[in-house]
Every structure is written in structure tokens, then in C-alpha cells.
């Protein structure tokens, strides 16, 4: 991988794409030895360094970086000098004087990994910036569908949720339609980023990916779920209703809730996933998070081998089932 | 649109202390204020013009300055400066901030007053006054504060500031968002005939925003500022104007839609002015999004320097600016200088400060416009002198024989590099580092004293 960091999809080729994935398979079968351990990144400290709370994420990474054989720090905002008050900048220059080779990081201002990927040598990977992108948990989510479906050039994927403030919405929405993929963004009108969709398909004939039409945004759910392959729905905050973004959970359930009557609307066998942690009942009904469509799990799964595969790549690892 | 009681302002920085003659000579002089585009002389005199016009005699003892093929015109006004001073002197002080309006060609700049304490009581105005005419490179003006202490919720005493000198008022930084409040502020301002400037915002449709609302926000995962929050705000003021008969001014114009307001207004007989800064007649949000939307982008992503308030928008909207420019639905350009220290943009982009330190690449910008055939030169040099100073009613602006010996010579062709580190203010945040800009001041002129000299 011939990059320093990895902060978003939205610049990876098709071809990056596919190292990432074939080097997770790889990744996927370490893990499925009795000794869950391989030596690439022996002797190499890895810092975790989330400003945001998050459980499977950190966790994650931390046992992705335990399985290479590297020395993990973890840091997380509280209880940390960020309570008194230090800046990033200058968090960021004591990472890089404590000789971090990798700095792993979540952070609730989008475009924070990117001051901080400037100012240090060792390499930053994007566990989530705000509104803007979160590229391990896109590649799991791209993992999961190649896994299952076979493959996911021409596939229908519907993101279903609180688009405007979603991370995992961007960040898939590059990696399925960089991958020929069509993506459908649904959410209520207060809850659709607008330009996005024109930013997407701008950017993608940027990167010489030439496909008719490859996002387009609805509100309505029908539409969106209409010959989808993949349906993924996105947790909708209380937090929207008390800004007035939505009147109600209730409201935003009965209308765009995946429940087991509307997956049905979806094709036949498509894979029910979500980044987690779920509202059951708000964005997605129990029975549809837990029966037999749900990749939920095998979600989380992945994002172990996900990572391990990206930081295995940073590093400086080459592609390929040899590890 | 002068002070309707047809006082003379008093000046801020007495540099009348200047005594000798200096001529300039040979340069083609545009002076929109009274209609000369030509190649003649200047002669100033003790602080004031003597006599434009060709063949000067240069009396015994007098400084010449060659200007043959440079243009000269009256010094540049800017009615829309953040000198920082009281307050904020880490970002910039008065003898700073005028250095560099000097520097960029400003004789005479007008202060805004979001300094601590604001500037709305006669103290204030008096430290000012009296800072600039003791460490001060250029004229300087004081803006009063609308409400006191810029809080929003009550007038300053109106008259009280205009008894000490300012000459608008303005509680920029924030925007006036009652209406009652603004209806009351404009009523009231006819007393002194002063225009009340509006930073047009409404805070409601733009919380926790960090740049224009569109694609590029969309893809930065950025919250967005719609036009519409600048757009409702000078609709509803234009209304508050035609009902109290009140000199309206619109601040850093960003958006296509707010000149159809405004037009709209000038239409039905409201006194209504508006001014645009020269980073919304050549930047837009592309900027923010980096190489991502240019492989010769020179910024990268979410560089905090592209940061300002109100936002830089999109291509449509930089063209309407500089066509209103043009047709004169926009009056002047106005800088609205604002210097930043380090720690203030060195951070994320949400923690950031807003604002660009622009008094020294202004008129490379706006000479930009004129290089691309979106303004003449002419109209480009009215903008900057006789326009702004006609708005605010200075006497300033024009170089008619009687008036203050404020010259700015520059060269429109000259090609230097943007380099923050040289710059005089101690603001460094500008988009444009490292940008190769044509056009430059080589000598700028306060009183007959030359100020600001490059022409070694």
C-alpha cells in the first residue's frame, strides 16, 4: 500500500480496494488458527487514540494489533491531559517525541486525523472523524458482502439512517460505488446531506470510475429498498429529535424501520447489516437484527481482519495469502 | 451617499504634522472620484493635494517621485478592518494592523469594534483615536459598536459615539438577530445619519457551522451555512430600513441571492449600501476540500486558512459578486482584515477561528478580477477609493486640491509571492500563502509622507 495513512475510501483505487480485501482473507484465516498470532508488526508500538467513546472499535483495533504482535497504548479522553485542556497539536507531538509508529484515531471534529496524519511521521488510520469517515468499518462492510454475495460490482446497496450525520455512510458509500456498486442513500429530508450525492459521482469520475448514476439520495424507503442486495441501516440518535431534526423515533420507526414486513421488500436473500451499536426497534427491528439475513455479526468479525489487513499494509506488508 | 448633516468627519490621525511638497510625476492617475484616467502629475503640499495636472514646477526642495509606468491613484479605503486593539493584541495592534494597511496600500481603514471592551462608550473611541495618532501608519477610523457591548440586547448610546468620531455602527462578529432591536438601532441612527452595518447571520439556521453549505461540506462531513441564513437576514433589514428611512449596510456580501434583495430594496428608495471582500470575489469552498477538487490545489484538506465567516461559497457565487461590483448593487470592496494568531487555527477545523489576514494581498486580489475581464481597472480602483469613502461619508478617497495627500503607485503587473512571513501584520492566516499574485503596491502615501516603500 503505497500510502502513509489511512484517513477515508474516498481517494483509494479499485485496486487498493482489492489488496485490502485479499489481504483480509489472508488475515481472516490467522484467525482461524489455534494461535491467533503472526509477527509483522513485532517490536512496533501502535496508540489508540479515541477522543470518542466506542467499545467494538478500540477493541477492535487493539486485538488487531495484539494478533501482528505489536505493543498497544491506549488513550482515550478522559483521564487523559485532554481534560486539562491539551490541544491535539500538542497531543500529537507527544505521540510522535514517545516514538508511536501507528496512531490509530477517533475524533468527533471530521478532518482531525488530517491535521494530525500532517504533523506525524508514523501513520494514522481514521478509526472515525466526526461526520466524515470511518474507511475500516466501509472495508468490513465490503469484506462481509464479497464474502457473502460473491462479489460486488453491480450490486444494489441501501444505506438507511441518519445519512447526514453518518461516517459509515460516507465512507461505504466510496468503497461500494468505487467497487461498481450502486449505492441509495434513504433518510428523512432533514436527515440527507445535500450535494453528497454530486460530490460522489464527481469524485468518481475524478478517479476515472465511470457508472451511470451511482448514488442517488430518496426519502422514501420503498424506493430505496426496491431490488437492494445489501441493507444497511445506520442508528438514528435521540439527539435528532431533541434538535429538532426529527419529531419523533416513533415517527422515523414506523416510516423508514427496517421490520420484517419491509426487508421483505428488499430482493430475495439481500444481507441485512448495521455498524452498530443498534436502537432495536427505532432503525431496525430485533427479529430482522437477528434473523437469518443479519450479517451483523460476521460484521464484527471482520473488522478484526479488516484491520489487522490494513495494518499489516501501513506497515509495509505485502498483499497476499502468505503471511 | 454622504453624512446627511454635511459635516466633515473629523480625522482620526492628525499626519498633517508632514511639512514639504512632494510631486509625483509621469504616472497615469485614475481618480474615479473625479473622473481622471490619465498620465499627469500630483503635487502635495504640506499634507494636502496641490494641484493635479501636467507639468508640475516641483518647488525647491521637494521630493519627486518618478511614476512612469505605474499607476497612481488616490490611497485606498477600507471601511471594514479588525485592528484587534484593545483587547486581542496578540492577533494585532493599531501601529500593526496600519503597517499593514500601508503596506497594502490603505491610507485610511476604518476599525471594527469586537475589541475588550468593545468599542461603545467615548473612552474606547478616544484610546483609539489617540493609539493611532501616536503608533498609527495610516488614517483611522472607529466603528461604535449598535448594542452595548455587542451583547445584542441594548443600543449603545448612538450619538455619544458619533460625538466621539465613529462613523458607523456595527456589532460585527455577531449579528443584530432581534428585529425589534435592529428596527430600533436604525430608527435611532437617524439622528446621527451614521449607517448601520449588519453582519448578516442567522445564528439559528447556522449552529456549530464551519463552511458554506453544499457538495463540498456534504463530502467533508462538515456542518454547513446556507446562503439562506445571510439571504433572510438583509431581507428582513432591507424591510426594517424602508420603515425607518435608515442608512442600511449590508457587510461582506457572499451570496447571489442577498444582491437580489438588496436590489430589490435600492428599487422601492431604501438606503441601502453593501460591500464584498476580495476572498468572495475569488475564493470558493473547493478550497476547503483540497487537492480532492484540484490536483493543483495548493491547500490540503480542511486547512483551517480557507476558515471565514461568512463562508467562501461556490464559482456562481464569486461572479455575482464581482458583476455586482460592476452594475453597482454592490458599492465598495471592503477587506475585513482578520488577524489570527497561531494557536487559533493551528487546531481542527471546528476549533479553528474564523477570518483571513487580507489588508496586504487585497489589491492582488481584486486585481486578479481585473486580469480575468471581470472588472475594469477603473472600476476596480473606484471600489477601492471613492465608493467605500462616499458610503461611509469620509473625505477621503479622491484626490481633489484641498484633500489629504493619500496617494497610493502601483504596479498592476508586478509578480510577487505571497509569503506570510513578511507579512507587517502579525496576522499570518491567509489561503493565498505561497500564491503568486500580479500586482503590487510600490509606494504607498499618507499626508505627503511616503509610508510604505518598495520601489528599491
Not at chain 1, 451511470?212 to 426519502?219: K, L
Not at chain 1, 437477528?290 to 499489516?312: C, D, K, L
Not at chain 2, 507587517?424 to 510600490?442: D, E, F, Y
Amino acid at each position: 500500500m503505497r500510502r502513509k495513512d489511512v484517513l477515508d475510501l474516498d481517494d483509494f483505487t479499485a485496486d487498493e480496494l482489492r489488496e485490502v480485501l485479499e489481504t483480509t482473507a489472508a488475515m481472516k484465516e490467522v484467525l482461524a488458527r489455534p494461535i491467533r498470532r503472526v509477527p509483522p508488526l513485532r517490536g512496533k508500538t501502535i496508540v489508540n487514540c479515541f477522543y470518542e467513546a466506542s467499545t467494538r472499535t478500540r477493541v477492535s483495533f487493539e486485538l488487531a494489533a495484539k494478533n501482528l504482535s505489536a505493543d498497544v497504548v491506549n488513550i482515550t479522553a478522559s483521564g487523559s491531559s485532554v481534560e486539562k485542556g491539551e490541544t491535539l497539536v500538542d497531543t500529537t507531538r507527544t505521540l510522535q517525541a514517545l516514538g508511536a509508529d501507528m496512531v490509530i484515531m477517533r475524533h468527533g471534529a471530521s478532518g482531525a486525523p488530517y491535521l494530525v496524519a500532517r504533523e506525524l511521521e508514523a501513520s494514522v488510520i481514521n478509526a472515525g472523524d466526526g461526520w466524515h469517515a470511518h474507511p475500516t468499518q466501509a472495508l468490513l462492510d465490503l469484506f462481509t458482502v464479497q464474502s457473502r454475495l460473491g462479489s460486488i460490482e453491480g450490486r444494489r446497496v441501501a444505506i438507511i439512517g441518519d445519512i447526514l450525520h453518518s461516517r459509515v455512510a460516507r465512507s461505504a458509500t466510496w468503497g461500494f460505488t468505487t467497487l461498481g456498486a450502486q449505492v441509495v442513500l434513504c433518510a428523512p429530508p432533514t436527515l440527507l446531506p445535500i450535494g453528497f450525492a454530486d460530490a460522489v459521482n464527481t469524485g468518481l469520475r475524478a478517479k476515472g470510475i465511470v457508472t451511470a448514476c451511482p448514488v442517488t439520495v430518496t426519502h422514501d424507503v420503498d424506493e430505496a429498498l426496491r431490488d437492494a442486495d445489501v441493507v444497511m441501516a445506520l442508528r438514528v440518535q435521540r439527539e435528532r429529535m431533541d434538535s429538532g431534526l426529527l419529531p419523533s423515533l416513533r415517527e422515523y420507526s414506523r416510516e423508514w424501520g427496517i421490520t420484517r414486513e419491509r426487508i421483505a421488500k428488499a430482493r430475495f436473500g439481500a444481507l441485512v447489516m448495521h455498524p452498530g451499536p443498534m436502537n432495536e426497534g427505532v432503525e431496525i427491528s430485533p427479529e430482522v437484527a437477528y434473523g437469518p439475513q443479519s450479517v451483523i455479526e460476521a460484521q464484527v468479525t471482520n473488522g478484526v481482519a479488516v484491520r489487522m489487513a490494513v495494518m499489516y499494509l501501513l506497515a509495509g506488508g505485502r498483499a497476499g495469502p502468505a503471511v | 451617499m454622504s453624512n446627511p448633516n454635511n459635516e466633515a468627519i473629523r480625522l482620526a490621525a492628525a499626519h498633517g504634522r508632514f511639512l514639504g511638497s512632494l510631486v509625483i510625476r509621469g504616472g497615469r492617475v485614475i481618480d474615479p472620484g473625479q473622473g481622471i484616467d490619465a498620465i499627469t502629475d500630483i503635487a502635495i503640499r504640506d499634507g494636502f493635494v496641490d494641484a493635479v495636472g501636467i507639468g508640475i514646477d516641483a518647488p525647491p526642495g521637494a521630493q519627486v517621485i518618478d511614476a512612469r509606468g505605474l499607476i497612481v491613484t488616490p490611497g485606498f479605503v477600507d471601511v471594514h478592518t479588525h485592528l484587534r486593539e484593545p483587547g486581542f493584541e496578540y492577533r494585532e495592534t493599531i501601529a500593526t494592523g496600519t503597517a499593514a494597511a500601508a503596506a497594502g496600500g490603505f491610507t485610511t481603514v476604518c476599525a471594527m469594534p469586537n475589541t475588550e471592551p468593545a468599542i461603545d462608550t467615548t473612552a474606547v473611541v478616544d484610546f483609539i483615536h489617540d493609539t493611532a495618532r501616536r503608533q498609527g501608519s495610516v488614517r483611522v477610523y472607529v466603528i461604535g459598536a449598535i448594542t452595548r457591548g455587542r451583547k445584542g440586547k441594548a443600543l449603545a448610546d448612538l450619538i455619544e459615539l458619533a460625538n466621539a468620531g465613529v462613523v458607523a455602527y456595527s456589532d460585527d462578529g455577531d449579528c443584530v438577530t432581534d428585529s425589534a432591536l435592529m428596527r430600533n438601532a436604525l430608527a435611532y441612527s437617524r439622528t446621527t445619519g451614521r449607517p448601520v452595518v449588519q453582519h448578516a447571520e442567522d445564528r439559528a439556521l447556522t449552529t456549530g457551522a464551519q463552511m458554506h453549505e453544499g457538495s463540498v461540506s456534504a463530502r467533508l462531513g462538515l456542518a454547513g451555512w446556507p446562503r439562506a441564513a445571510e439571504e433572510v437576514i438583509v431581507a428582513r433589514d432591507c424591510e426594517l430600513a424602508a420603515l425607518t428611512g435608515a442608512h442600511l449596510h449590508v457587510a461582506h456580501v457572499s451570496s447571489a441571492g442577498t444582491l437580489d434583495f438588496i436590489r430589490r430594496a435600492r428599487s422601492r428608495g431604501v438606503h441601502v449600501t453593501a460591500e464584498v471582500t476580495p476572498h468572495h470575489l475569488t475564493l470558493t469552498d473547493s478550497l476547503v476540500g483540497g487537492h480532492w477538487w484540484s490536483a493543483t490545489a495548493s491547500l490540503p484538506a480542511y486547512d483551517t486558512r480557507t476558515k471565514v465567516n461568512p463562508p467562501l461559497r461556490e464559482t456562481p457565487d464569486s461572479l455575482a459578486m464581482a458583476a455586482g461590483l460592476r452594475d453597482g448593487v454592490i458599492d465598495c470592496i471592503a477587506t475585513d482584515h482578520a488577524p489570527h494568531g497561531t494557536t487559533d487555527k493551528h487546531c481542527e477545523y471546528q476549533a479553528a477561528a474564523s477570518g483571513i489576514s487580507n489588508l496586504e494581498t487585497a489589491l492582488g486580489s481584486v486585481l486578479a478580477v481585473v486580469h480575468a475581464g471581470g472588472l475594469t481597472l477603473v472600476e476596480a480602483i473606484a471600489a477601492l477609493t471613492i465608493r467605500p469613502a462616499r458610503v461611509f461619508g469620509l473625505a477621503a478617497g479622491t484626490l481633489l486640491p484641498g484633500m489629504a495627500g493619500d496617494v497610493t503607485i502601483l504596479d498592476p503587473d508586478r509578480e510577487w509571492c505571497v509569503d506570510p512571513t513578511q507579512f507587517r501584520s502579525k496576522g499570518r492566516n491567509t489561503p493565498l500563502a505561497g500564491h503568486i499574485l500580479r500586482g503590487q503596491v510600490i509606494q504607498t502615501i499618507v499626508g505627503g509622507e511616503v509610508i510604505c516603500d518598495r520601489s528599491a
